[in-house]
């Protein structure tokens, strides 16, 4: 917090200050409706909403980073503590803090121990998988509460739930698409429009309540949020000693994806403000005491919204004090009378959660990876169909899985080249690329990936390969400019690969040994027993073995086999 607290300057309190207050303004709503997708009260969006950001404040490196409940962890707390509680009893909400608890600690325990690395096994596809079919899983599970009563056939439809639902739904549309462009035609600042538009939901809100109130709504059976405690969340220290296992699990998992979707918010916003720098660590330190905070008030899991950060950014945010003043304006809100929110229909806030979900279904990954990889996209839309079909816990592990086996299948699998010399220079390019010439009895291979257990094997059968296709070869030439390490297994294969060029009477060769690899190498017995050469670069190794060097060529520059 010293970081941006010492150098604070007063030019920078006014965009804070708008920043603050259009964020609270969207955080009501939002907080509330979150809270339903966790299945449990609105006015716990509210508390959640109020400590954790203040937190984050102290140890989080993003100037813009708006933290509190989000519609993905809502829902993976809701999939969580459906097996073991009922929804709106006390021992649901108990549990949900607890399981706040159980993330904020995992967060922090990595930020302590610079683990944040480990975020970067999830690859972007996945994440977006992951992204589509949560949002789907979620607005799917609003539509009962869209138009108040199951959907079922045979049902007699609720007409007063279904016009304000489904009105709302159509405004909040219009406004997301619309609002902005008119607004600028109308000659609002651009910044100005964008962030109109993103207020539309609390407009619809107090519509909605105007509504309700005016018309009699509740009586004619509209569900509404019901009496919303006065008062500031109180010191919360409730745990159930029963579920401490059950919830672990789960908490790994929901700790991961909070670190994995702010910091992908985070990171987006970084780059707007001119590559502002993000200590991942810190930002862990940050999220886990945000939500121990959380479970310390009552409230759940919490992570940083792309969306409200979006919000506080556009709005002029540049501090974190924005997000504090957002932070105490709700509490402001909770102290004030709170019948007000009493009216809130419940039909609106869960078109207010469509429409937020229905914004996370960015299929533009989806096109690209379809193009470029289509090992990335299966991995995408396998991710997606596991949400959808398994649930969030088993999505988010089926997208894992897939991301390490394409990991280690491309791996295992490097990309070899033959090389030939592309004529009058001394540059060596892919055969099948260029027009590049070779010389009888002289295989030239590149090796474009490191040499592992995983992948020995598959790199020695290709080498057999291309032996037998180029018969007559008496050198040949591994050129590991593209190798950064070579493992235990590797050397033995490459050991045992010189054993059996040996035995068919041909030399094997390397060229372009990267420093790193060469110190590992010198510790072995290959360079020992190698029955060929070490050469400083292939085009050297072309020069020597080919019988025409080039003029001016030092022989030296080929090293002994045993001496490199």
Same mark, same amino acid.
């Given at each position: ?13 006014? $965009? ?28 716990? $969006? ?10 984050? @404040? ?83 599970? *609003? ?21 304000? $639902? ?43 309540? @105007? ?14 949020? $019901? @009496? ?20 672990? *699990? ?16 985070? *990171? ?51 501090? *974190? ?114 027009? @590049? ?128």
């Amino acid at each position: 917090m010293l970081e941006w607290l010492r150098p604070y300057r007063r030019a920078a309190l006014p $965009g804070d200050i708008s920043a603050g207050i259009v964020v609270a303004m969207m955080m009501i709503p939002q907080g509330m409706a979150y809270a339903l997708v966790a299945g449990l009260p609105p006015a716990v $969006g509210i508390y959640a909403s109020i400590i954790p950001p203040l937190l984050y @404040a102290l140890f989080g490196t993003s100037t813009t980073q708006s933290v509190g409940p989000m519609a993905i962890i809502s829902l993976m707390t809701a999939s969580t503590l459906a097996p073991l509680a009922t929804p709106g009893t006390a021992l649901y909400g108990v549990l949900a803090a607890q399981l706040a608890l159980l993330s904020g600690l995992v967060l922090l325990l990595c930020g302590l121990l610079r683990i944040g690395f480990l975020a970067n096994f999830f690859s972007r596809p996945v994440m977006s998988g992951f992204t589509i079919g949560s949002a789907i899983v979620i607005a799917w599970g *609003q539509l009962r509460t869209l138009i108040g009563g199951p959907i079922e056939l045979g049902m007699r439809p609720h007409w007063p739930s279904i016009l304000l $639902g489904v009105g709302s739904l159509v405004l909040l549309l219009a406004a997301r698409s619309h609002l902005a462009p008119l607004l600028r035609r109308l000659r609002v600042p651009a910044a100005a429009a964008d962030v109109g538009s993103k207020l539309a939901p609390i407009a619809v809100v107090l519509g909605a309540m @105007a509504l309700v109130q005016q018309l009699g709504l509740v009586q004619m059976g509209v569900a509404t949020t $019901g @009496a919303v405690p006065t008062g500031l969340p109180g010191l919360n220290l409730a745990t159930s000693s029963q579920h401490w296992q059950a919830l672990l *699990q789960p908490a790994l998992l929901i700790g991961f994806m909070v670190f994995l979707i702010s910091m992908s918010g985070a *990171q987006a916003l970084a780059l707007k403000r001119g590559g502002e720098k993000l200590v991942s660590n810190r930002e862990l330190v940050g999220l886990g005491a945000a939500n121990i905070g959380s479970a310390l008030t009552g409230g759940f899991p919490v992570t940083g919204s792309l969306s409200r950060s979006a919000v506080n950014f556009a709005a002029g945010a540049n501090t *974190q004090l924005a997000s504090m003043i957002t932070a105490g304006l709700l509490a402001l809100a909770l102290v004030l009378p709170t019948g007000w929110l009493a009216l809130l229909p419940l039909p609106t806030l869960a078109a207010t959660i469509i429409v937020a979900v229905l914004g996370m279904l960015d299929l533009s990954t989806l096109r690209t990876a379809w193009h470029y990889d289509r090992a990335d996209a299966l991995a995408l839309l396998a991710t997606a169909g596991g949400v959808l079909l398994l649930g969030v816990e088993a999505g988010v592990l089926v997208g894992v899985a897939l991301s390490m086996v394409v990991l280690i299948w491309r791996a295992s699998r490097p990309h070899i080249a033959v090389l030939g010399r592309i004529h009058g220079t001394e540059h060596f390019r892919n055969v099948e690329r260029y027009s @590049a010439e070779t010389t009888p009895g002289l295989l030239m291979l590149r090796v474009d990936a490191g040499l592992f257990f995983g992948n020995v094997d598959a790199v020695n059968e290709r080498i057999d390969e291309e032996l037998v296709a180029h018969a007559g070869t008496r050198h040949l030439v591994l050129v590991l400019s593209a190798v950064n390490a070579i493992d235990t297994s590797a050397l033995f294969g490459l050991e045992e690969l010189n054993s059996s060029l040996n035995r068919r009477g041909v030399l094997m060769h390397l060229a372009e040994v990267k420093g790193p690899v060469m110190d590992r190498l010198k510790e072995s017995d290959l360079l020992g027993k190698l029955n060929g050469q070490v050469f400083l670069s292939a085009a050297i190794a072309w020069d020597q073995l080919a019988g025409s060097r080039a003029a001016g060529t030092p022989a030296a520059a080929a090293q002994p086999a045993g001496k490199p």
